[in-house]
């Protein structure tokens, strides 16, 4: 990969990352829990959600196991949900379960996930980000689209924690 498509996913990465830590950072596991209305997704939902993606995505890609289960993250987390699960799709219900979370424990494994990401990015060059990824998808996914599509949806789920931290008054 050229310095510049490196430096540029791995600087889009370290956004979402920073980010993350920004957003949890100070909170307790309740106020990580906290809903605004009942509707909203929790700030400790959206950011196991988002890293749960970017670690189940990049592992695809790569084909290797996700940190979720290599590194024992999915005991630690005690969630009841499936090891494969990722939250797409979750229900309100699904959302209320995600509970007792430290600040700790979600930033670890984020920056456990970040870690892996960074270096798979170091491994691979521009010619592999036209290899295709996903064909389950009609034009089938290539690993550049997979990876920015990564980036755009970690974007929003960090946006959208910074705003409910926001509407918390955090």
């Not at 209305?37 to 995505?57: E, Y």
């Not at 799709?89 to 959302?95: D, F, L, M, Q, W």
């Not at 036209?130 to 946006?159: E, N, Y």
């Amino acid at each position: 990969m050229t310095a510049a498509s490196a430096d540029l996913l791995v600087d889009a990465f370290g956004r979402i990352r920073e980010v993350v830590e920004e957003v949890v950072g100070g909170l307790s596991p309740e106020e990580l829990a906290e809903r605004p209305d009942d509707a909203a997704n929790s700030i400790g939902w959206l950011v196991w959600h988002l890293t749960r993606i970017q670690d189940d995505h990049v592992a695809g890609a790569a084909e290797t196991e996700q940190i979720w289960i290599s590194d024992d993250w999915y005991e630690r987390f005690g969630l009841p949900f499936t090891a494969d699960d990722t939250g797409y799709g979750h229900s309100r219900k699904e959302v209320a379960a995600v509970q007792d979370l430290s600040a700790q424990l979600l930033t670890g494994y984020h920056e456990a996930v970040h870690d892996n990401t960074v270096q798979y990015l170091a491994g691979i060059e521009d010619k592999d980000l036209k290899r295709i990824v996903d064909r389950a998808w009609s034009p089938p996914v290539t690993l550049g689209v997979r990876l920015m599509s990564v980036i755009a949806d970690d974007l929003q789920h960090a946006g959208q924690a910074a705003y409910v931290r926001g509407l918390l008054g955090r």
